[in-house]
């Protein structure tokens, strides 16, 4: 049984420990809260960024469950700690299934558990495809802003992949106050790549999207290039493809080969979470045996440490910090708390008796 409760009681470090209730937050609520508010999800992204970058935070990294019935398949630990105004630990769990697409439902589905910093029980379970789908979006959002600073304004945008991240990037670009010219769409998948034309021509974002007919054709006619792709390996490697100086966001990390990287300016979310798991800079990487390519992080040129040149193209690299979905899932819960329309589940912590 469900309950809906008001916000409950903060605790404070000086108060004796209680127990707090357990809620879970479904997928309606989330949208509710995220929905048309993505200029402040940004805000709350660099946020954990500035924090994770002062050492505010603990994020070991992501643990990977591999099926070998399933070779294509895989779930997904990240353990995140995240303090400043967030002061909130938890996990979130996410499972990344190819052929559920054939099935026509999400590749991914995803739960995010929060727990309270000062007793460490579970405080909340909340639905997180959304969750993490609006961090992914707001980060890109974020460096789509900041490496284009000192260079021309992109007005071509083209996505490489056009599933359900493209579509949550696209929203929070426009969010955020991007306005473009055109827009390209490339995808092996040609019925996606027709899905998501018509998507963007029934937003009315833009007067001309065009279907591209290789990655080459859109990357070279495009000042700001979203690959969002389930590529497991590079299939993109000629660095002549970026001679025009595009703004990169490689999100979905294992499109380019290492030597468009060592032809561009290279910023990550985090340098150790980054390089591993066969991911492009890793690649490139184990390729030139340095860690020289890689010119800083978001959160470097967020705080002024780093500043990207305009004269080559920029590749924004993110792996995905447990330490934003916290961020994302705390504003979630927090608003939902605020509202009093928190869905608490009566007696889900019951042994709290040490002796009966």
């Not at 048309?36 to 660099?46: F, I, N, P, S, T």
């Not at 929060?114 to 909340?124: E, K, S």
Request: proline residues 7%.
């Amino acid at each position: 049984m469900t309950t809906t409760h008001p916000v409950p009681d903060v605790i404070t470090h000086e108060e004796t420990p209680t127990v707090p209730p357990f809620a879970v937050v479904p997928g309606a609520q989330v949208k509710r809260v995220l929905q048309g508010r993505e200029k402040a999800v940004v805000d709350v992204v660099e946020a954990a960024y500035r924090l994770h970058g002062a050492g505010h935070s603990v994020n070991p990294p992501s643990s990977f469950l591999r099926l070998p019935d399933r070779p294509t398949a895989r779930i997904i630990a990240l353990p995140a700690s995240l303090g400043g105004e967030y002061d909130v630990d938890g996990l979130k769990w996410i499972s990344s299934f190819p052929t559920n697409v054939a099935a026509g439902i999400p590749r991914a589905s995803a739960v995010l558990i929060l727990n309270d910093h000062t007793t460490g029980y579970p405080l909340a379970c909340l639905e997180s495809s959304i969750i993490s789908a609006a961090r992914t979006a707001a980060s890109a959002a974020s460096a789509a802003d900041r490496l284009s600073r000192g260079r021309p304004r992109p007005t071509r945008l083209g996505f490489v992949g056009a599933g359900l991240i493209a579509r949550y990037i696209h929203t929070y670009l426009e969010g955020t106050g991007w306005f473009f010219d055109a827009i390209g769409v490339h995808d092996v998948d040609t019925g996606s790549a027709a899905g998501f034309r018509m998507y963007l021509e029934q937003s009315g974002a833009v007067d001309r999207v065009t279907v591209h007919r290789s990655a080459e054709e859109l990357v070279r006619n495009s000042d700001l290039i979203v690959f969002a792709t389930v590529a497991d390996r590079p299939h993109v490697g000629d660095p002549s493809w970026f001679r025009h100086n595009p703004v990169v966001l490689h999100v979905s990390l294992r499109d380019l080969d290492p030597q468009v990287l060592l032809s561009a300016t290279n910023i990550v979310d985090d340098v150790d979470h980054c390089l591993r798991a066969a991911t492009s800079p890793h690649l490139t990487e184990q390729l030139t045996g340095s860690r020289n390519f890689v010119h800083g992080t978001l959160d470097d040129v967020l705080t002024d440490r780093v500043t990207v040149p305009a004269d080559r193209p920029v590749v924004f690299s993110p792996f995905g910090l447990g330490v934003l979905d916290l961020a994302v899932g705390k504003y979630v819960y927090d608003e939902v708390a605020r509202a009093g329309e928190l869905h608490v589940v009566d007696d889900f912590f019951h042994e709290l008796r040490r002796h009966g």
